[in-house]
């Protein structure tokens, strides 16, 4: 089940869960998406910014 994260902070804190399995980064044209696997839930954080 996804959920959708606003926040870099509250992210990082959901990296360092014990139930945190794996990160997936998909880079669009224009946003990249960070995407957690916990036990439960699937957190996206989406970027919409690009530092090149």
Known sequence: ???QITEI???L???RR???R???I???GTETKFKIRCSTYLY?????F???
């Open 1 to 3: 089940m996804p959920k």
């Open 26 to 28: 998909k880079k669009n």
């Open 44 to 48: 996206t954080l989406v970027t919409w």
């Open 50 to 52: 690009c530092l090149r």
């Open 22 to 24: 794996s990160v997936k």
């Open 18 to 20: 014990k139930d945190a």
């Open 13 to 15: 804190q959901i990296a």
């Open 9 to 11: 902070r509250q992210f």
